[in-house]
Nanobody
Framework: QVQLVESGGGLVQAGGSLRLSCAAS???????????MGWFRQAPGQERGFVSS???????????DYTDSVKGRFTISRDNAKNTVYLQMNSLKPEDTAVYYC?????????????????WGQGTQVTVSS
């Protein structure tokens, strides 16, 4: 299993920005493999929900996916040299407040359910004040 460590959460005012990072270790991402990493979030009393995912192989990004509520505001990207996936979050809203989790090893490509991902980070808190 890959180990995932998130960072970059914090407190920000509505309209502000944050960049989350997810550093992966314990696995070599070869140039020929196809990989998926994603971001989920969980607010108090709610289920863990899909935010975004990225599918890539080597230097080629095949597919990015976003839940409707973050389209146009959030951007997922990766740095292969650092084995890190990022989530740039702009125009943040109070409803974006949640613990954000990095995920990897989905059972299927295009997965959006938390149950379909096998590896998880510990989470990082994002709080957006109004």
């Amino acid at each position: 299993q890959v180990q995932l460590v998130e960072s970059g959460g914090g407190l920000v005012q509505a309209g502000g920005s944050l960049r989350l990072s997810c550093a992966a270790s314990g696995r070599t991402f070869s140039r020929h493999g196809r990989y998926v990493m994603g971001w989920f979030r969980q607010a108090p009393g709610q289920e863990r929900g899909f935010v975004s995912s990225l599918t890539w192989s080597g230097s080629t990004t095949y597919y990015t996916d976003y839940t409707d509520s973050v389209k146009g505001r959030f951007t997922i990207s990766r740095d292969n040299a650092k084995n890190t996936v990022y989530l740039q979050m702009n125009s943040l809203k109070p409803e974006d407040t949640a613990v954000y989790y990095c995920a990897a090893d989905p059972k299927i490509y295009g997965a959006r359910r938390a149950a379909d991902f096998g590896s998880w980070g510990q989470g990082t808190q994002v709080t957006v004040s109004s």
